[in-house]
């Protein structure tokens, strides 16, 4: 009966939730799990704010959805303003009520 069981597990599809992130969408089969939390983590200077930004950005504009970002080190302000290097305008979608807080 084990092996079975390991069957069905292999054969649930995850959902997810595309990023909007070119190439990443492709190599992670379709995005993030969809409805579960997800930790980035590395060494400093690994691209854990690009990426993460960038994942919540494109969420916000492309698939109208909440997200949340958690720092211990970097302030809004300092975050708006490290992410203007993208083109990522976070005061813009904050006063538009896209939930990006």
Known sequence: MALKSKEKVLNVTLK???SG???????TDG???KGRPTIICGNTGS??????MEFLVKGALMYNEPGV??????TKEE???NTESLHFNLDSLIKK????H
Do not use: W
């Open 16 to 18: 997810k939730a595309p």
């Open 21 to 27: 992130i070119n190439g990443f969408d492709e190599i």
């Open 31 to 33: 995005g993030l799990p």
């Open 47 to 52: 691209g854990k704010t690009v990426i993460s």
């Open 69 to 74: 970002f958690m720092s211990f080190e970097e």
């Open 79 to 81: 975050l708006a303003t």
């Open 97 to 100: 009520r896209k939930n990006l």
